[in-house]
């Protein structure tokens, strides 16, 4: 790496740490690209420049947020559990998981931006979904997954039920998404 790409890495890097505190303290609507600007130490320029906008950086500080939940996903999907008992820990896992870093990374202030969580909640899903995508194809590979549904309508159907909300216990969700009305098969 040459120094102008170590001094973009850094100042990149600097934008996203900044971002990052100033939306968990403060929400979206109360922080300007001035302030993360000024946090950073670097130009309003650069942050346009490299991210494009603020909505932008939402995205980045979501990354955070999900690394960890992302890595014990993936650490469940290489173990030698039965695709069932890995897709089971993984439903389990992720929720809480997600609600521990958000509550770990945010303040209860700066969640209540709507803005701020509707952004978050939305790369969020994105990314999740790619961690439903490597699922989906697991279970195919393992014949678990009927192979002659497509992964986007799979996802699409996970789109709907956790459109659901919170307001139903996610056991029951979990359970009905993987045995349907009929129930757990023999």
């Known amino acids: 790496m040459n120094k102008f790409e170590e001094r973009t890495m850094k100042k990149k890097s600097a934008i996203v740490e900044?971002?990052?505190?100033?939306?968990?303290k403060d929400?979206?609507?109360?922080?300007?690209?001035?302030?993360?600007?000024?946090?950073?130490?670097?130009?309003?320029?650069?942050?346009y420049n490299?991210?494009?906008?603020?909505?932008?950086?939402?995205?980045?500080?979501?990354i955070i947020v999900m690394q960890e939940t992302a890595k014990l996903a993936?650490?469940?999907?290489?173990?030698?559990?039965?695709?069932?008992?890995?897709?089971?820990?993984?439903?389990?896992?992720?929720?809480?998981?997600?609600?521990?870093?958000?509550?770990?990374?945010?303040?209860?202030?700066?969640?209540?931006?709507?803005v701020l969580f509707n952004l978050l909640s939305d790369n969020i899903k994105t990314l999740k979904n790619?961690?439903?995508?490597?699922?989906i194809e697991c279970g195919k590979r393992e014949n678990a997954i009927d192979s002659t549904i497509?992964?986007?309508?799979?996802?699409?159907?996970?789109?709907?039920?956790?459109?659901?909300?919170?307001g139903v216990p996610q056991d029951e969700i979990h359970k009905l998404f993987l045995y349907g009305l009929i129930g757990k098969p023999n």
């Open 18 to 24: 900044s971002s990052l505190k100033l939306f968990s």
């Open 150 to 166: 497509s992964t986007s309508t799979i996802l699409a159907f996970i789109d709907g039920i956790n459109s659901i909300g919170m």
């Open 74 to 114: 993936k650490d469940i999907l290489h173990t030698d559990l039965t695709f069932n008992d890995k897709l089971m820990q993984a439903l389990s896992m992720c929720n809480r998981q997600i609600n521990i870093s958000l509550n770990h990374y945010f303040s209860e202030i700066a969640l209540q931006d709507k």
């Open 130 to 135: 790619s961690i439903y995508a490597d699922y």
């Open 27 to 47: 929400g979206f609507n109360a922080v300007s690209v001035k302030d993360i600007a000024l946090s950073a130490n670097v130009s309003q320029v650069s942050i």
């Open 50 to 62: 490299y991210f494009g906008s603020k909505e932008s950086l939402v995205k980045e500080c979501a």
